[in-house]
């Protein structure tokens, strides 16, 4: 597969993901912008809006570039093996760790993983290595890595500090202009939220990804370097509920859904205090959830 032809798969799988926080009827960037955030040219972002509108995905006339639907998983293009972004890489995997209920001390056959997730055997390497920073794998005495798990003093230190970042995000957001794009996100997810909450019964598991969206989506008014490696401990541990007791997931994620809705309500009013008060009960909700898990996934 040729240089460019990758980059033209990497840049539409990376529209499409825009495409999916927007409302539809919603306009897209500009070009300059758009090529920014894809890091590409505009000749790519060109081709890239062709194949959208032809799709069907959004109506493209001079300057305006407006989402007629959201995209649909099956349109994202298939990589090469080995040009997989890190990004989805990491969601491939927490979403393996999330719907296989993968217990402490397993063993993680690098190669079959790699094989499973289509990327070259050291692009899972540098992946565990980055999860053994925050100590959430580790190697294996005679060689290969495993699964680690993690104590009630470590769950207890992150969701205070997830909190000090999440409250800090919340007052940042209220105050921002109406024409931020982070309003139109916030309708999409709304929707998205009352959709899933009509689906429940058999699409609980789906709200992992939700909920890392919607979580992302906050956070992301607040421009830290420092914070991005730890985003990959909380969508881990909170997201993808590695190592959550998960008999009641279904219930636990349907009170989840109309915490969400409670903030996304109070954040549109532009009313801080609710937004945080709102924001302070769900995340000590999952944190007091997470202990309990804790409790219950103890050895006897």
């Not at 421009?223 to 008999?247: G, P, S």
Request: hydrophobic share 40%.
């Amino acid at each position: 597969m040729a240089r460019t032809d990758e980059r033209f798969r990497e840049a539409f799988n990376a529209m499409l993901d825009l495409c999916g926080t927007l409302s539809v009827g919603e306009q897209l960037p500009a070009e300059m912008p758009l090529a920014a955030h894809l890091d590409v040219s505009r000749t790519v972002v060109r081709s890239v809006l062709a194949r959208l509108h032809a799709k069907g995905i959004l109506r493209w006339e001079g300057r305006e570039k407006t989402l007629l639907r959201r995209p649909l998983p099956s349109e994202r293009l298939a990589l090469q093996a080995g040009q997989i972004t890190g990004e989805e890489l990491e969601r491939r995997f927490l979403d393996w760790i999330l719907r296989s209920d993968t217990p402490p001390g397993t063993a993680l056959n690098v190669t079959e993983l790699a094989r499973r997730f289509g990327v070259p055997a050291h692009g899972l390497q540098e992946l565990l290595a980055s999860f053994m920073r925050h100590g959430l794998v580790r190697r294996r005495p005679k060689g290969g890595w495993e699964l680690a798990s993690f104590t009630r003093d470590f769950a207890v230190e992150l969701s205070d500090f997830r909190l000090v970042l999440e409250l800090n995000a919340v007052t940042h957001l209220v105050a921002l202009p109406e024409d931020h794009p982070i309003w139109s996100q916030l309708s999409g997810l709304e929707a998205e939220h009352r959709q899933l909450a009509n689906e429940i019964d058999h699409r609980f598991h789906d709200f992992s990804l939700l909920d890392e969206r919607f979580h992302g989506a906050i956070g992301s008014v607040v421009q830290n370097r420092f914070v991005d490696e730890f985003q990959k401990v909380i969508a881990l541990i909170f997201h993808y509920h590695y190592q959550w007791d998960k008999k009641d997931e279904r219930e636990r994620n349907e009170a989840a859904i109309n915490e969400h809705l409670r903030l996304i309500d109070a954040l549109k009013r532009r009313n801080e205090t609710d937004a945080l008060a709102a924001a302070r009960d769900h995340l000590r909700s999952s944190k007091q959830t997470l202990l309990a898990s804790l409790r219950s996934n103890a050895p006897a």
